[in-house]
């Protein structure tokens, strides 16, 4: 047997996450959060879904989680979700997530897909400004949106005043990066 | 130019991309010859309103849904949004 002693790495290709800060505000890459899209088939219900998983499954625009924090639905559609699993970006979340959900829906592993990153600073306003067009107005704590950061689509999930989680694809983990040091940069400025 | 998204609110013109008449929704079947001539126009000949035109725009870089837009040619007006699976169910279709 080889030895499968790996590292692994980041979506940004460091053995470890990426932070940087810009004046108030930092920058920093969540390299753990596991992640898995779910759909409900058509005819089935939302609220029994919701009711096996333990989690509320929020509306357009929105994302929810459990009290605890270990688990988190961010709406992507009619019926669909991305599931997040915080800190357990190296488990099975997708084969985890579809023992809890039953039959009736479908699952895919979505961890490698993405890569996430956290702002967090005095106020998101001035960063919202600049990093698309998206209207500031409409990212209020407990919203996530899919919009367009330089070119690319990019869900902006609120999790508070103070902080902007965003989920850019992982392939283009570094233009993401770069998109949002830049636009963090501007602020500052 | 902005859309209203009839799940999302108001977006950007970025986000989205534009396909077409609303029309091409309405696939004829053309499985015999005679309908071949259906077919033949739902492919190739368009309308070209100087107006109001209900047109196909796909949400692209937001929640990828299709919508079908009132759009005034002449101002770019926007006059409305809906969900083109409800416009699709609302016609008839099974989705």
Redesign the interface.
């Known amino acids: 047997m080889a030895d499968t002693a790996l590292t692994p790495l980041t979506a940004l290709g460091h053995t470890a996450p990426m932070t940087s800060t810009f004046g108030a505000y930092s920058l920093s890459e969540i390299a753990d959060l596991g992640l898995a899209s779910l759909a409900l088939r ?1 005819g089935g219900s939302a609220e029994a879904l919701a009711e096996r998983l333990g989690l509320a499954l929020p509306g ?2 929105l994302w929810a989680g459990t009290q605890d924090g270990t688990l988190s639905a961010i ?4 019926d669909q979700w991305l599931v997040e699993f915080p800190g357990r970006a190296c488990e099975d979340v997708a084969g985890d997530l579809a023992a809890r959900a039953g039959s009736g829906v479908s699952i895919t592993e979505q961890t490698g897909a993405f890569a996430a990153f956290r702002i967090d600073g005095p106020s998101l306003e001035p960063v919202l400004e600049r990093l ?4 500031p107005v ?1 990212v209020r704590p407990g919203t996530a ?4 950061v330089h070119h690319l ?1 990019c869900i902006l999930a609120c999790r508070s005043e103070n902080r902007l989680d965003v989920l850019g694809p992982g392939s283009a983990a570094a233009f993401v990066h770069h998109a949002l040091e830049l636009t963090l940069r501007r602020v500052v400025v | 130019m902005r859309i209203p998204h009839p ?9 989205f991309t534009y396909l077409g008449d609303a029309a091409l929704i309405d696939r004829p079947e053309a499985t015999a010859d005679e309908d071949k001539a259906a077919l033949n126009a739902h492919v190739f000949l368009r309308d070209n309103p100087a107006g109001t035109h209900r047109e196909l725009w796909y949400h ?6 299709w919508l079908v837009v009132t759009r005034d040619t002449r101002t770019h007006e926007i006059l409305g949004a809906e ?1 083109a ?1 409800d416009v699709a169910l609302a016609a008839g279709r099974d ?1």
Do not use: F, Q, V
């Open positions: 058509r357009p625009g709406w992507t559609g009619p698309g067009p998206i209207d409409a949106h899919r919009t367009i689509g | 799940l999302l609110g108001l977006r950007d013109l970025r986000e692209e870089y937001g929640d990828r849904s969900l699976r989705r």
